[in-house]
């Protein structure tokens, strides 16, 4: 069975970083399609990246927002720099073997970890 923990919130200052993973379990993350999304307090959950090969960001955290993989470990990580308060999100990860444009249509979905940015 394929699991998704996600890992690596917390509460941070406007101008902080934190570093978010996704640990894949039952499958190898390479061959799945991954997105991280994320929900704002009273705002829908929405797509922020994915990735299939390249990355496709959101222009709200493009240049700030960067993925990368470890493929032997089967985590898929989320730098996020210059946080700002508007980051302010419960984020999740989610995977599939093909992209969804809604957070509940992929077959593996994470439970989410939440950041927190003060300003």
């Known amino acids: 069975q394929v699991q998704l923990v996600e890992s690596g919130g917390g509460s941070v200052q406007s101008g902080g970083s934190l570093r978010l993973s996704c640990a894949v379990s039952?499958?190898?993350?390479?061959?799945?399609?991954i997105a991280w999304f994320r929900q704002a307090p009273g705002k829908e959950r929405v797509a922020i990246m994915d990735v299939d090969g390249s990355a496709t960001y959101a222009d709200s955290v493009k240049g700030r927002f960067t993925l990368s993989q470890d493929n032997t470990k089967n985590i898929v990580y989320l730098q996020m720099n210059s946080l700002k308060p508007e980051d302010t999100a419960m984020y999740y990860c989610?995977?599939?073997?093909?992209?969804?444009?809604?957070?509940?249509?992929?077959?593996?979905r994470g439970q989410g970890t939440q950041v927190t940015v003060s300003s």
């Open positions: 039952g499958a190898t993350q390479s061959k799945l399609y």
């Open positions: 989610a995977a599939d073997r093909t992209s969804w444009s809604l957070f509940g249509m992929y077959r593996y």
